[in-house]
């Protein structure tokens, strides 16, 4: 149906940088929105930026002013520039897209990528 190819995790340093990508591919008439979620251990996952068909963006309080979301004209790959990394920042990252069909819309997710910020 919908696949994804996620890239740019990794091990960075407390104040470094990393940048991740995801593009998605199938089974996609449109995307009502795309961007990432993370999951630190024995925690719940949290929303962390995404992006809407229109172009408005959200990003969740903890990343704001340090994490930046793009995507590229066809809409279907979207990148994290994500800097000033702090421990805290230290989870999985998945790829999530919401995906309108006939009946309803559907979340689809990547298989994750983790980001480790440590000295």
């Known amino acids: 149906q919908v696949q994804f190819v996620e890239s740019g995790g990794g091990l960075a340093q407390p104040g470094g940088s990393l940048r991740l990508s995801c593009s998605a591919s199938?089974?996609?008439?449109?995307?009502?929105?795309m961007g990432w979620y993370r999951q630190a251990p024995g925690k719940q996952r949290e929303r962390v930026a995404h992006?809407?068909?229109?172009?408005?963006?959200e990003y969740a309080d903890s990343v704001k002013g340090r994490f930046t979301i793009s995507r590229d004209n066809a809409g279907n790959t979207v990148y994290l520039q994500m800097n000033s990394l702090k421990p805290e920042d230290t989870a999985i990252y998945y790829c999530?897209?919401?995906?309108?069909?006939?009946?309803?819309?559907?979340?689809?997710w990547g298989q994750g990528t983790q980001v480790t910020v440590s000295s």
């Open positions: 999530h897209a919401l995906i309108p069909r006939s009946d309803w819309a559907y979340d689809y």
């Open positions: 199938g089974s996609i008439p449109s995307i009502q929105t």
């Open positions: 992006i809407y068909s229109e172009g408005s963006i």
